[in-house]
């Protein structure tokens, strides 16, 4: 019997991404200013065979240049129509300095409420709500 190739599955494409809510112990918030989208969580794409976790902890250095430890998964964003799933953990840095980067023109802790004025996106400041709130983890937020 003659394979029918017209039907070829192609896997879905959908991106994942790994972002940190950093509070220090003056309970300040770690936010980055990206050069699009303004103060936001660090955070980015998952790599192929890397944990959402790893990912988590290298974005985070490499976009304010603080090591971190994840203390907790708190739960994800889901933007359905864009296929990105965005987790978030809950971290605390535990070494290295605030440093730039190409995909962070300033970085630094803010006092919460200050950093939730300071983000524009909506969607942003309800991620980092629903983080700080333990109530509402975990959580799944399509969008």
């Not at 940190?20 to 790599?47: A, F, S, Y």
């Not at 939730?116 to 983080?131: A, G, P, Q, S, V």
Request: hydrophobic share 35%; proline share 5%.
């Amino acid at each position: 019997m003659g394979q029918n190739t017209s039907h070829i599955y192609t896997p879905s494409k959908h991106f994942v991404s790994a972002a940190t809510i950093v509070l220090n112990d003056q309970k300040e918030l770690l936010l980055i200013k990206g050069p699009m989208r303004g103060w936001e969580m660090p955070g980015g794409i998952v790599e192929e065979g890397e944990s959402l976790k790893d990912a988590a902890i290298r974005e985070t250095k490499e976009e304010s240049g603080i090591d971190i430890e994840v203390l907790k998964f708190c739960g994800v964003f889901q933007n359905v129509n864009k296929s990105i799933c965005n987790t978030l953990f809950l971290a605390e840095p535990i070494g290295g300095k605030l440093t730039t980067s190409p995909e962070s023109l300033e970085v630094g802790f803010f006092p919460i409420e200050q950093a939730l004025k300071m983000i524009t996106i909506d969607n942003f400041r309800k991620r980092i709500e629903y983080c700080l709130d333990s109530s509402k983890q975990p959580f799944y937020v399509e969008f």
